[in-house]
């Protein structure tokens, strides 16, 4: 009966951990970053990988309006490494990033970050 409990206890802590809903880890650019010349693409590192059909990233430009080609996707390699892409020369200026990932346990988290491309 003892190793019964336990083993219903294993399985709760690992499920647990699978279920974690999924906590921003880092970003390229990172917060703050000055960049030049401009990056052709945002990456977030998540703990674990996320819903893309229900998440979004966004880059807006300092007037707000949405920049990135929308296109949101997960690396061919990492699969919690999500990336979307920017248009070629963006000009210089304060963009900001805000993004929304739905964990696989629906969890949402939401978050935003700034980066500045030199002149
Ligand atoms: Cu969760």
């Known amino acids: 009966m003892k190793a019964v409990v336990l083993t219903l206890l294993g399985l709760v802590v690992a499920t647990g951990l699978v279920s974690a809903h999924s906590a921003f880890l880092r970003s390229q650019p990172a917060n703050g970053a000055t960049l030049k010349p401009a990056p052709n693409e945002i990456r977030i590192w998540f703990s674990e990988p996320i819903r893309t059909a229900l998440s ?3 880059v807006h430009d300092a007037s707000g ?4 080609r929308r296109n ?3 690396d ?3 699969p919690t490494l999500v990336l979307v892409s920017l248009p070629e020369h963006l000009p210089p200026g304060v ?4 993004w929304s990932a739905v964990a696989q346990d629906l969890h949402v988290a939401k978050g935003s970050f700034s980066f500045h491309i030199a002149p």
């Open 72 to 74: 949101l996707h997960v």
């Open 65 to 68: 309006k949405q920049v990135d």
């Open 76 to 78: 061919e390699k990492e």
């Open 56 to 58: 979004t990233i966004e």
């Open 95 to 98: 963009y900001r990033v805000l």
